[in-house]
């Protein structure tokens, strides 16, 4: 079983029937289910995943104090660490108070505040660009078992789409990177005979592609060392991966460096034509830097588009 798998099959086990029958009166107030930090939030566990913070648990959302207080906090929390320490074969490890940082008894507030910035979801236009989109994609992943009041539902709902001008801008940003990384510093990098800064500037665009990708499927891009796995998993430009692969992973020699300059043009064009599929760009060229500077004249909010183009680029 996945992760996700045996947290579900946990709760309904073990955490639905504690909140039934030792804290009915909590049940309208209370969320349950398996979100936040770690692989099996996302549903990419594996065998490798089991060697640190992997067990059986689940997250318990409250909201503020106000309506649960600290002594009924407290109190399910205490309940919580009662629960069967052994299940599908893993074990329980101990809890700090108040539930640890993954699992167990959570502020609603708390976690979106860490995953976000915001304890409620509302971000302004400048947030939407500050805030990192793994803690964005952390913030909305997993699988919620049970929602009492509807909270958690609605501000996962908040955070769940991206709003439309600030995907612009930050494509904008990433546009251009990717022009100045990939179309121009690589080629020229290898003209100067730098084969280590015309990697970094290959290595730039790669980065700057994939998250231009994560973009275009208005999805978040998660922690890099999930982002291939992830683009893997997307509706368009997903085989993009592979060539981004082969464009950090192989050296500049000379018949390597004529194939990454082709593969940088191909995936350009790519992009180019999923731009214009959605009606991203008004340019009609092979120059990403332009593309970029017509998706940024799109941003509706003057005061944000009149940003520098980078600002939303993290």
Not at 30 to 53: I, Q
């Amino acid at each position: 079983m996945t992760g996700l798998e045996i947290s579900r099959e946990y709760y309904f086990a073990f955490g639905e029937p504690m909140l039934r029958e030792q804290f009915p009166e909590l049940l309208p107030h209370v969320a349950a289910g398996l979100c936040g930090s770690g692989s099996e939030c996302f549903g990419w566990d594996d065998e490798v995943s089991r060697d640190h913070d992997f067990e059986p648990g689940f997250c318990l959302f409250l909201p503020g104090e106000d309506v649960v207080d600290r002594r009924a906090a407290f109190a399910l929390e205490r309940a919580y660490a009662r629960l069967p320490k052994e299940f599908a074969g893993l074990r329980r490890g101990g809890l700090a108070p108040v539930g640890g940082a993954r699992r167990g008894v959570l502020r609603l507030a708390d976690f979106f505040t860490e995953k976000t910035g915001s304890p409620d979801g509302l971000l302004s236009p400048g947030d939407w660009l500050r805030v990192p989109e793994q803690g964005l994609a952390e913030a909305v992943n997993g699988e919620i078992f049970y929602d009492g009041p509807g909270e958690l539902s609605d501000i996962r709902g908040r955070l769940a789409l991206m709003p439309e001008d600030a995907r612009r801008k930050k494509l904008a940003g990433e546009l251009l990177r990717m022009a100045q990384a990939g179309q121009y510093n690589y080629a020229r990098c290898l003209a100067h005979g730098e084969s280590g800064a015309a990697q970094l500037a290959v290595t730039e665009f790669a980065r700057a592609a994939m998250h231009t990708v994560f973009l275009l499927n208005r999805r978040y891009m998660p922690f890099y060392k999930w982002s291939f796995r992830a683009m893997r998993t997307l509706p368009l430009l997903a085989a993009e991966a592979d060539t981004l692969e082969f464009l950090i992973s192989t050296d500049n020699r000379a018949e390597n460096a004529e194939e990454k300059q082709y593969a940088i043009e191909d995936l350009a064009a790519r992009v180019i034509s999923e731009l214009q599929a959605q009606s991203l760009t008004a340019a009609v060229c092979g120059d990403l830097e332009k593309h970029a500077w017509s998706v940024n004249d799109h941003v509706a909010d003057a005061a944000l588009r009149n940003r520098n183009i980078f600002y939303g680029v993290e």
